[in-house]
């Protein structure tokens, strides 16, 4: 069974939809994260959230939004969907103070 | 503010030949650096962790502050270890930031 769960594994939207990204961890840790993939600019990080009632933007959040439901849901919502935010998504969470993340295996997001 | 550079987007050696992946860093407080690797069609997982002084399948990596640096090596390639790398800083409250990666690709 996988620790952390993204859904959808692809998605093809609209411009101008909005779309929620999910993420689900069974690994118990507090610390959950959204970076988006690009090519040539390796892994951004988009928000994080250190527990439930924490929540953080980061180098790239304009655009996004976050909503930490539970302890392991942590989900990422693009209001209105646009072409420059076709990318791989990646979510993944830290145990507190361990350093070392675990990945999800990405939702391929395509916005038309 | 922390930055992390991997300076070659692809490397290409043949099966056998000694490997190293460049890193440097600029962050202003005590680093800690790890390695992770992509294979394809697979997740980013976790290769190494400079704290822990450890070789994970034949890679080390040893940090050297004078320099900024954290490069990876293996001195024997193997096919198996094509993928991607990437190279990432933690900062202040278990923030990792990552290079733009490298791709090792390993010719028979």
């Known amino acids: 069974d996988a620790d952390v769960t993204q859904t959808p594994r692809n998605r093809i939207t609209k411009t101008g939809k909005r779309i929620m990204l999910e993420c689900s961890q069974t690994?118990?840790?507090?610390?959950m994260y959204w970076y988006r993939q690009d090519p040539g600019l390796g892994l951004r990080l988009i928000y994080y959230s250190f527990d439930v009632k924490d929540i953080n933007k980061g180098e790239i959040s304009d655009g996004y939004s976050v909503s930490r439901q539970a302890q392991a849901k942590f989900s990422l919502s693009l209001e209105s969907a646009i072409p420059n935010q076709t990318a791989l998504y990646f979510c993944?969470?830290?145990?507190?103070?361990?350093?070392?993340?675990?990945f999800g295996s990405g939702t391929r997001l395509t916005v038309v | 503010a922390q930055r992390v550079t991997q300076p070659e987007k692809l490397l290409s050696v043949f099966k056998g030949a000694p490997v190293e992946l460049k890193c440097n860093y600029s962050y202003s407080g005590s680093p800690e650096l790890f390695w992770y690797v992509q294979y394809s069609r697979q997740r980013l997982q976790l290769l190494l962790r400079h704290i822990s002084r450890e070789s994970i399948k034949g890679f080390t990596a040893d940090l050297n502050k004078g320099e900024t640096s954290f490069h990876l090596k293996k001195p024997f390639a193997q096919e198996e270890d094509s993928a991607m790398y990437y190279c990432a800083l933690e900062s202040s409250g278990d923030k990792l930031t990552f290079g733009t990666g490298t791709r090792l690709a390993v010719r028979p």
């Open positions: 993944a969470t830290s145990d507190t103070g361990s350093g070392g993340y675990t």
């Open positions: 690994k118990g840790h507090d610390r």
